[in-house]
């Protein structure tokens, strides 16, 4: 697996792990359609290497948030079904709607903008209509929303627009057992009935990778997985669900010493080696992604173990406490990985730090951090 070039900092994204997670889910959610959510660079991982080996894996769809995100997909040849959900006012639908990127809608504004543009390029514009059933974030209130279906069934009349789906978004799926779930659920299944009553024929999609995970009663035809892709579970309390993290990020040795007993390491001298001992230094800091705030309380794998980092963290380095072991120059530093060889996790920093692991990953890839695709048709 690891190659002997010696990396500065690098994030190993291994596409192998990412077809056996959409495997998982699909098969999790057989009967229904997988969209897989690469929104935010593939949540760190990479947008277009995610939705290639997402594809390949059987996904059926794919889903980002930003029109520019969805617009650089089509340019880099992904052909798939693809929809996009979120925009700003004054935004520009037509470089979207000519690639034919499905888009969402939470307003009659939204809604007609979308017509429009589609009516001057001549088009179909394809639309998801999102229902605001209890996560106050986007999505239509459900006061509005027979406004909306009826409004969308008119612009469907007029051929510049087809429904394609009803959709909305969960708050507390990853809190097994939440009541907010089923209340959501319900408020969903009456607003999908009351877009069938204005004459629209939809599909529906509620379902996250918690829900994926947890709820099959809420796959319907079809479900929208983003965490769960990368290998990173948010339902843990659940059980083992099989999944492997794809990134791991590593650095490698770039200077060993030995340093004498009260001898102390690193802006403030927060460490002082009780011991002659040896230290391994590593050219990665907070500018690369490791959190400051980690200092004196994260460890890397290193020579075929876990060893603590001592002394702060720095912007460009940080330093790793050997003991009496012999590491080279050039060795392998695991900061964090699948966890397989008992390297320290995405999921561990996340915990340590207080935040969750999607905040972790999705910040990792930085201007000096290179990313490097492994896996079999990397
Ligand atoms: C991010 C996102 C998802 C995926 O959620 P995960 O918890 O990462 O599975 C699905 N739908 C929407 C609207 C999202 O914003």
Excluded at 10 to 21: G, K, P, S, T
Aim: glycine share 10%; proline share 5%.
């Amino acid at each position: 697996m690891s190659d002997q070039h010696a990396h500065r900092a690098d994030l190993r994204i291994d596409v192998d792990a990412i077809r056996h997670n959409v495997g998982v889910l699909a098969a999790r959610a057989a009967g229904a359609r997988t969209m897989v959510i690469v929104k935010s660079d593939g949540y760190g991982h990479g947008t277009v290497t995610v939705a290639r080996a997402a594809l390949e894996a059987g996904a059926g769809q794919i889903g980002v948030a930003a029109l520019g995100e969805a617009v650089a997909l089509r340019e880099a040849g992904i052909t798939a079904p693809l929809m996009c959900w979120l925009y700003s006012r004054g935004d520009d639908f037509a470089p979207a709607l000519r690639h034919g990127v499905e888009l969402s809608a939470s307003s009659v504004r939204g809604l007609r903008e979308i017509a429009a543009t589609a009516a001057e390029l001549g088009l179909v514009a394809r639309l998801h209509l999102k229902i605001d059933t209890g996560l106050c974030r986007s999505g239509c209130p459900e006061a509005e929303w027979p406004n909306l279906v009826d409004e969308a069934a008119k612009a469907e009349a007029d051929g510049h627009v087809e429904v394609v789906a009803v959709w909305s978004h969960l708050a507390c799926a990853d809190e097994l057992g939440h009541p907010s779930i089923d209340n959501q659920a319900l408020r969903f299944r009456r607003a999908y009935e009351r877009a069938r009553t204005a004459g629209l024929g939809p599909i529906r999609h509620l379902a996250n990778s918690a829900a994926v995970l947890t709820r099959p009663d809420l796959h319907f035809e079809m479900v929208r997985p983003g965490i769960a892709v990368y290998g990173l579970d948010p339902v843990p309390q659940d059980g083992d669900h099989g999944l492997r993290p794809a990134m791991t990020f590593r650095s490698s040795v770039s200077l060993t010493k030995r340093v004498a007993a009260g001898e102390s390491v690193s802006y403030g001298h927060t460490w002082t080696a009780d011991r002659p001992v040896n230290l391994a230094l590593v050219p990665v800091g907070y500018a690369d992604g490791v959190p400051r705030t980690l200092s004196g309380r994260m460890s890397v794998w290193l020579a075929g173990r876990r060893r603590p980092v001592v002394g702060r963290v720095c912007m460009d380095q940080l330093v790793v406490l050997c003991d009496d072991d012999v590491v080279r120059e050039g060795d392998e530093v695991i900061l964090f990985g699948p966890g397989d060889r008992g390297e320290p996790t995405a999921a561990e920093w996340a915990d340590e730090l207080g935040t969750i692991h999607y905040e972790i990953v999705t910040g990792m890839y930085r201007p000096r951090v290179t990313r490097t695709v492994v896996g079999e048709r990397a």
